[in-house]
Structure formats: structure tokens, C-alpha cells
């Protein structure tokens, strides 16, 4: 296992101080820390690498171009894809969910369709299909979960029938960080001859995720999450689907001929990828995949269950703080989302603030969940790998502290 406390020497983010406290980081939802690694990486890149890809003819080109393809390799390897082509580069999970909604969804589904989400998605893996229902006149069904937050199974054998075009669930919740049982799903699905999407953005980073087992036909991710850098993201495809599927966006390196009155595409990924891509990105990605997979998906797996066990209960024997989904440490996968009696959670998150701990308040881009849980916003507190124990302890002293210096508007 790990030396846990030398992993975070790695995050020099985590050495500095706010409001005069130590910093407990704990929004690793809405972004990861970067590691030395990555950041050394990208600076390296700028400095000695940097030419664009695919079209230059001299050395530096080739290099930055090999670089890039082979970051879509490692990309391929950490989630077991068959081939490279299978990866595409985009700015993120968002672009990639819109991606497929505006090519395999505008290609295939037709006027009394149905779309099959979840009640537990979050707005990017939600909005895409709720326009693409309105746009071609399909039916938008969600699935229903368990009074612990989970996918109701039974629910979404009901919901997913021979209407069913697309299937679109989070591995694990942004919210309640629950576990999708997403092979079931997928199965369901394809019984159904509809196909599988996956909001992988919160799973990337604390299981071990391995595409064909999970049998997906896409799944969607960021690097931001995942210790990589901002604006690049991937989406997986099965190879035979991306193939069948018109471009997203149209202009330079996506395509094979041009003529004056038609064109031609490129193959898959470049297909997908037309412009200049985000190079730096790619490479930044794949040195942060290098570090998860050193440190070991399984070993990270079992230091989140670990920091959840230590914390949850403790949150829980707070009294008058409410924790929302399960009362199983191990069904809140890197988060926890809680409330301290009738307090606002921006209040509360700005007093947490003060003591030097970090976390999102809001609906966390997932109101209809939000307000199933019959409230508008939570305290979300997420971790990641790097995260300790004296962590989630400066996380309940400020809470303590809070409801003190509330205590005269708690009810």
C-alpha cells in the first residue's frame, strides 16, 4: 500500500494555507489537485515540444505528433478499450454527452422514441437528451432510485423496453456517490437493441473502469477530474458505432479530401476531431494517467472507502447535520452531501471556508436529484486519494464550530 502522506507531497497545492488555517481540500468533485508530475509535464511540453500534430513535416512535429497518439494509447490501456481509434480527444464529459446527442441521437432517434436517463444524473449527461427529446419529438423517461439513492433495477427494467433508443446513466453520482450498476444496465439495453452511455467523470478517478467488461458502447470523461489538466476530455466509442456516425464539428484534421462542392471525412477518431486539438492537454492527460496507475486504481479504491468509513459516521453523529443517500460509508464513492439543520448551505460552506476547508455548496448541477433529496442545495464534501484523515477531523471541527456560531438560527 501506499505511504499516503508522501503521495500528498506531490500536491503542492495542499501545502499552503487559507484564512490562516491548513487547507482541507475537500472539492476533488468539481476538480482534482494536480500532482507535480502533470504540471512539470505541461511546462516541459511548452519549453522543448510544442508544434502542432498531423501536418508538419520536420522533426518537432513528428515528436509533439507521437506524443499526442501516443497519450490516446495510454487513454486506450487505462480503461481496456480494443483499439486507439476507440478514443476520442474532446474539451471534456460535457462535450463528449453532446457530442453523441448531436450525431448517433440526431441520426437515430425518431418522433415516440424513448430516451432513458436517471433521476441522479447531473445537467451534462441530462440537458443534451431533454433537448434532443424536444428537437425530435421523443419521450425522456427516468429511472427511479431507492430511498438510499441508488438506480432502482426494477425501476429501469420497467423504464427500458423496445421503445428505447438511448440509455444514459452516471457510473458513480456526483451528489450521493453511488455506484451504477452499469453492466446490468448495459445488458438491459442492448436486450432492448438500444445502446449504453456512461458519465464516467466521477468514477475515472476512484475505480478501476474497464470499458468492455462494463459492455458501454460510450463512455464519457474529463482529465480536470482525474488530475489532468482543464479543457481535455475523452469519450469512448465503440469502434462500429463511431464509424456509422457524421462528424460533430467540421474544418481542418477531420477530413480526408475537400472539393469544391462536397468532402470527405477522415477515419475515426480524426473524424471527431477536427482543429488544432488540444495537444498539451492529451500529454498532460496521459502523465496523470501514469501517476493513478502507479499509485494503483485498486489501492486508491480502498484508501476512498477508508476515508469514507472514518468520516460519514462521524457526520453523522453530529447532531443536527443530515446526510443524504445511504448510511453505508461504502456507497459514497469520494462523496458525501449533508446539511446542518435550517442553515444555508452557502453559509455553511463560507464558514467552513474560514476554517480552512473547502467545499461546494448548491445543487451541484443536479437539481432534479437535489430536489427529490426535498431540498434546493447541500454541502458537498469530496475526496480524493490525497485526502487524510486529519482532513475530514478539521472538516467536523468546522462544523462543530459553525452550528456554534450559528447556534441562535439552527432549528
Not at 421503445?163 to 452499469?182: E, F, M
Not at 443530515?322 to 464513492?333: A, M, T
Request: glycine share 6%; aromatic share 8%; net charge neutral.
Amino acid at each position: 500500500m501506499p505511504n499516503w502522506e508522501l503521495v500528498r507531497q506531490d500536491f503542492t497545492e495542499l501545502q499552503q494555507t487559507m484564512n490562516g488555517e491548513r487547507l482541507a481540500y475537500l472539492d476533488n468533485a468539481a476538480t482534482s489537485l494536480k500532482p507535480t508530475s502533470v504540471i512539470d509535464r505541461l511546462v516541459s511540453f511548452y519549453q522543448r515540444e510544442n508544434a502542432n500534430v498531423h501536418r508538419g513535416t520536420y522533426q518537432l512535429s513528428f515528436k509533439a505528433t507521437a506524443e499526442y497518439e501516443n497519450a490516446r494509447k495510454i487513454v486506450q490501456h487505462f480503461i481496456n478499450a480494443k483499439a486507439s481509434r476507440e478514443i476520442i480527444f474532446t474539451r471534456g464529459t460535457t462535450e463528449s454527452i453532446n457530442l453523441i446527442a448531436a450525431t448517433y441521437g440526431e441520426q437515430n432517434v425518431k418522433p415516440g422514441d424513448e430516451i432513458v436517463i436517471s433521476l441522479a444524473e447531473h445537467h451534462s449527461n441530462l440537458i443534451p437528451w431533454q433537448q434532443l427529446a424536444i428537437r425530435k419529438k421523443a419521450i425522456l423517461k427516468y429511472i427511479n432510485l431507492t430511498p438510499n439513492g441508488e438506480i432502482n433495477l426494477a425501476d429501469a427494467k420497467q423504464k427500458i423496453t423496445a421503445k428505447t433508443k438511448i440509455v444514459a446513466v452516471t457510473h458513480v453520482g456526483n451528489v450521493l456517490g453511488n455506484v451504477s450498476p452499469i453492466r446490468e444496465l448495459a445488458e438491459l439495453a442492448h436486450q432492448n437493441e438500444a445502446i449504453i452511455v456512461v458519465d464516467g467523470a466521477q468514477a475515472v478517478c476512484h475505480v478501476p473502469v474497464d470499458v468492455q467488461k462494463l459492455a458501454v458502447d460510450f463512455y464519457a470523461f474529463s482529465g480536470h477530474k482525474m488530475l489532468g489538466p482543464t479543457g481535455i476530455g475523452v469519450l469512448y466509442g465503440n469502434q462500429q458505432l463511431l464509424e456509422q456516425m457524421p462528424p460533430y464539428q467540421f474544418g481542418g484534421e477531420m477530413i480526408a479530401d475537400v472539393q469544391l462542392d462536397n468532402s470527405k471525412w477522415d477515419q475515426i477518431p480524426h473524424k471527431f476531431e477536427a482543429g488544432t486539438p488540444n495537444i498539451v492537454g492529451a500529454v498532460g492527460l496521459a502523465t496523470a494517467i501514469k501517476y493513478l496507475e502507479h499509485v494503483g486504481m485498486t489501492q486508491i479504491r480502498t484508501r476512498d472507502t477508508e476515508l469514507m468509513a472514518y468520516l460519514v459516521p462521524k457526520l453523522m453523529a453530529i447532531p443536527g447535520v443530515k446526510v443524504y443517500g445511504s448510511q453505508n460509508p461504502q456507497q459514497h464513492v469520494g462523496v458525501v452531501s449533508f446539511n446542518i439543520g435550517t442553515l444555508h448551505p452557502h453559509d455553511v460552506a463560507t464558514a467552513l471556508d474560514m476554517e480552512g476547508v473547502a467545499v461546494r455548496a448548491g445543487h451541484h448541477c443536479a437539481e432534479p436529484l437535489v430536489h427529490s433529496l426535498g431540498t434546493n442545495s447541500t454541502v458537498r464534501a469530496s475526496l480524493a486519494f490525497y485526502n487524510n484523515q486529519a482532513d475530514c477531523d478539521q472538516l467536523i471541527n468546522a462544523i462543530k464550530e459553525t452550528k456554534e456560531f450559528f447556534k441562535g438560527e439552527l432549528r
